[in-house]
T-cell receptor, first 116, second 115 residues
Framework: TQLLEQSPQFLSIQEGENLTVYCNSSSVFSSLQWYRQEPGEGPVLLVT?????EVKKLKRLTFQFGDARKDSSLHITAAQTGDTGLYLC????????????????FGRGTQLTVWP | DSGVTQTPKHLITATGQRVTLRCSPRSGDLSVYWYQQSLDQGLQFLIHYYNGEERAKGNILERFSAQQFPDLHSELNLSSLELGDSALYFC??????????????FGPGTRLTVL
């Protein structure tokens, strides 16, 4: 059983459309991180959210951390072909696991494909 | 380029064999993490070293071991390899203080294929 559930698993959309990816858990995290991974490469950090209710924007990407620090969402406005990739959420240091800061629990990821 | 280097990039070996994966962290980072990524399990945390000492263990098999050397590079040793060990193995590094949110920088990975 995954500690973090991501949905949808696959997303295929046209350029210009908006989309939202969800990351849910029953655990409370010290922080929630979003990564993007290209085929054959390591994950690259996009953002870290720490405070419940926090919203961070990175150009056309908007990240939100749930009030209870158990879930997060990633919204992309006007998707571009360059947004294609695997989007991973990762929770750090869930309190109910007695986990140390630094240890990350990853979701399975959302594979996004944006068509021209 | 994250600044984390991993060698080799690809490794093909047979069942029952032993291999060593190497990771050099970013300059100044004292922490090294190892992760395994497979199609069925996703990215799974294996082990965390800080300044040469083991800090946390995850889903690491007894056939696997790791260490971090005085120069801070790390090695992941996989022995008695099985077909199911075929996966991407990533190393990540960070400053890790244990008190603040950590930012991990991932290397390009080693793709292990066990035949």
């Amino acid at each position: 059983t995954q500690l973090l559930e991501q949905s949808p698993q696959f997303l295929s959309i046209q350029e210009g459309e908006n989309l939202t990816v969800y990351c849910n858990s029953s655990s409370v995290f010290s922080s929630l991180q979003w990564y993007r991974q290209e085929p054959g490469e390591g994950p690259v950090l996009l953002v870290t959210v720490v405070t419940g209710g926090e919203v961070k924007k990175l150009k056309r990407l908007t990240f939100q951390f749930g009030d209870a620090r158990k879930d997060s969402s990633l919204h992309i406005t006007a998707a571009q072909t360059g947004d294609t990739g695997l989007y991973l959420c990762a929770g750090e240091g869930p309190r109910d696991r007695g986990s140390t800061l630094g240890r990350l629990y990853f979701g399975r990821g959302t594979q996004l494909t944006v068509w021209p | 380029d994250s600044g984390v280097t991993q060698t080799p990039k690809h490794l093909i070996t047979a069942t029952g064999q032993r291999v060593t994966l190497r990771c050099s962290p970013r300059s100044g980072d004292l922490s090294v993490y190892w992760y395994q990524q497979s199609l069925d399990q996703g990215l799974q945390f294996l082990i965390h070293y800080y300044n040469g000492e083991e800090r946390a263990k995850g889903n690491i098999l007894e056939r696997f071991s790791a260490q971090q050397f005085p120069d801070l590079h790390s090695e992941l040793n996989l022995s008695s390899l099985e077909l199911g060990d075929s996966a991407l193995y990533f190393c990540a590094s960070s400053v890790w203080t244990g008190y603040n949110t950590d930012t991990q920088y991932f290397g390009p990975g080693t793709r292990l294929t066990v035949l």
